[in-house]
Structures are given as C-alpha cells and as structure tokens.
Nanobody, 127 residues
C-alpha cells in the first residue's frame, strides 16, 4: 500500500512562486514513477510534470513548460518537488501527485497510467 501526501499549496499573487511537495510512504523498496496533475474548476485534469523512476527523464505539460521544474529528494522518488514560477491566475487549480511502481508507462501524461493518488493541494493565484 502506498500513500501520497501533497503539501505547499496556498494563495499567492500573480508572478509569485510556490514549491509543492509530494511525499510517498509505503512498504516498498522500489522507486516510484511520479507525476503531477492539476484540475481547475470546470476543467479536465491536466498533466503538469513527471519524473521517471530512475530520475533521468523529466517531462512537462505544454501549458507550464519553462515555468515549472520537477525534482526528487532521493533515489526512490519518495519525496518529489514541483517548483512553480511566475504563476498566473490560469494556474489556479488543485494539484495532485500520482505514482506507480511501473517503470514503463503506456502514457506518462495520462492519469490512468498511475496507481496511487494523493488528495491534492490547492493553489490559488490572484491577479
């Protein structure tokens, strides 16, 4: 069983930065593949960023590319950070962390590729 907890969300002004943290816990020694998604009110869930289980491959959604950086605190990806810079009102959403023990995902940008999800952390950006 794997539990994911997101933290770091909040209310910020346009142009500000935030760092979100995803912390995974569970009885596994295998590294996780981790993805960040977000969902704004009335909109579909959107892929934000992902990191492969070996940490070598990073990916970003088109809407955040250049403003977001994903990183890991350890080789298991049990603590993964999402640095959000130059935030705008369009970034307002609930941000979710997702993980899987699979190393080869059919589509890393699809939520269906992940087995475990956190409850989310809310980011609100005022203009």
């Amino acid at each position: 069983q794997v539990q994911l907890v997101e933290s770091g969300g909040g209310l910020v002004q346009a142009g500000d930065s935030l760092r979100l943290t995803c912390t995974a816990s569970g009885t596994t020694f295998s590294p996780y593949t981790v993805g960040w998604f977000r969902q704004a009110p009335g909109k579909e869930r959107e892929f934000v960023s992902g990191i492969s289980s070996d940490g070598r491959y990073l990916s970003y959604g088109d809407s955040v590319k250049g403003r977001v950086t994903i990183s890991s605190a350890d080789t298991k990806n049990s603590v993964v950070f999402l640095q959000l810079n130059n935030l705008g009102p369009e970034d307002t959403a609930v941000y979710y962390c997702a993980a899987t023990l699979s190393r080869k995902l059919p589509d890393k940008r699809s939520g269906s590729s992940y087995d475990y999800w956190g409850l989310g952390t809310r980011v609100t950006v005022s203009s």
